[in-house]
Structures are given as C-alpha cells and as structure tokens.
C-alpha cells in the first residue's frame, strides 16, 4: 500500500501588515472594512507606509485610526481636506489622504473639499458613499436617494423639496484643480478589482505630483438601511449603481 502523499501548507491570502489585527467594530455587512483593506494593500504596494499621514474626519470613518497602523490626525467634521491641506503644506514629502464619509464630505464639508480640489492640492481623498449618515441615526444626506427614506425623510426623499443627490465624482471631476475621479463599489469581485484599480492610479496622481486625486466608494450600511447584508449588498447593484455610475471621470494624464 502505498503512503499518503505529504500535504504542505502554504499561505495564499494574509492580511496586510499595515491592517491591525484586531475585531473590527463595524456592523455586520457594513463596507468599510473591505475599503480599509484596499487601501491598506495599496499603501504596501507602493512602499508608502513610513512616509503616510492619513486625515479622518468625523463620521464612522473616523474610526480609519484603529485600523489602519499609519501616522493619523483627526479633523473636525467636514474639514479634513482643509486639515489634510495643511498637513501636505508642511510636509510635502509625506503621502496625504483624507477618508470621508458623505455626510462629512458632501454636507459640511462641501466648501472644503471643492476648494482643495479647485486649488489642485496633491492630496488623495477616499470618499465612502452610502447615501445615509451611518454614526448620527440615519438622517437624510446630500447623497440620499429619491424615494429613500431616513430619520429626517421618513416619506422618503422628495426632489420637489430636498432635490436629488449629489454626485460628487462628476462635480469633482469638473474642477480644474483634478487630476483624477472615479467612482467604485465592492460588492462583487469584478468591482473590487476596478475599485484596487482606482485607488493606486489616485495614489500615483499624488505620487507624481500631477494633482488631486477623489475616489469615491459606493457603500452600504444595512443597519440604517434596515436591511440584512446580502439585501444591502444587492441594493447597491440594483439601486445605487444605476444611480450613481461607476466609471473614471477624470483621469488628467490620459487626457494630455
């Protein structure tokens, strides 16, 4: 009889090193930690780990400190690209991103992140769409569909009274100051790739001084939503994506 072969085991998939290895506290199905990730091996990627300063602002992505092990400053709400500006002003040789929620970016931040962008900042800003304030309770954002309801829309939104959402990846794309916008998801394989895709080419707009560089994430949050994961991981293939296209607005280097 002849012997069973010897099985070796070997590591395919690990966690990136810059990625703590910790429970995360994100609600189940919530999005957040799948972008962490892409970020995170990006970070590795590129060699950019030592030299990273990251800025989150206020929301459920502030939280991007417990996870991700690089040099953070905490903005107030709305003002990380103002902060993340600073910051690439007094260190021009650090690698900047700010991480920001909708509600963050789109609300109170709106003036912040448009003049940046106008002012071609070299800065990376990873902007995580959802259409809903996750950490407050669920109220309307500027990203709130039509029809949606929330805390502060129970009716759901109405265009007569709130307008529509705002779809900053084509706003941002149109200021003279960008070098790079695209909007991704990560609900499926195929769009994770193209997400990855997006995230490294901001980082070389940064890294080659080209510009500012927006990536927006289409995200879900089934506990706002009041849905299961899988239902909310769907709802951004049936209902967000036709909303808001995914694609590269704006890509300065191919256009030359």
């Not at 994100?26 to 957040?32: D, F, L, S, T, V």
Request: charged share 20%; net charge neutral; proline share 5%.
């Amino acid at each position: 009889m002849s012997s069973m072969p010897e099985i070796k085991e070997e590591l395919v998939f690990d966690r990136p090193g810059v990625l703590a290895d910790k429970p995360t506290h994100y609600c189940p199905g919530c999005q957040h930690g799948v972008i962490h990730r892409i970020v995170a091996e990006c970070l590795e990627e590129f060699g950019l780990v030592e030299k990273t300063i990251a800025v989150s602002s206020i929301g459920c992505s502030v939280f991007l400190y417990n996870y991700l092990m690089v040099d953070t400053v905490e903005a107030p709400h709305g003002r990380a690209p103002a902060e993340a500006t600073g910051v690439k002003r007094a260190r021009p040789e650090a690698f900047v991103f700010a991480y920001q929620g909708d509600g963050d970016l789109a609300s109170i931040g709106l003036a912040e992140i448009m003049h940046a962008a106008n002012r071609g900042e070299k800065l990376t800003i990873i902007f995580v769409n959802n259409t809903v304030y996750g950490m407050t309770g669920g109220q309307m954002a500027p990203t709130t569909m039509i029809g949606q309801k929330t805390t502060t829309c129970p009716a759901g939104r109405c265009a007569e009274r709130e307008g529509g959402p705002m779809r900053m990846a084509e706003i941002i794309a149109g200021l003279d100051g960008v070098a790079y916008s695209a909007r991704v998801a990560v609900n499926s394989i195929k769009n994770l790739t193209q997400a990855k895709r997006a995230v490294r080419r901001a980082f070389e707009t940064q890294l080659h001084g080209d510009g500012f560089g927006f990536v927006e994430f289409l995200a879900t949050c089934p506990t706002n939503w009041r849905m299961t994961p899988v239902a909310a991981n769907e709802r951004v293939a049936k209902v967000m994506i036709p909303g808001f296209p995914l694609g590269v607005y704006k890509d300065a280097a191919k256009e030359d």
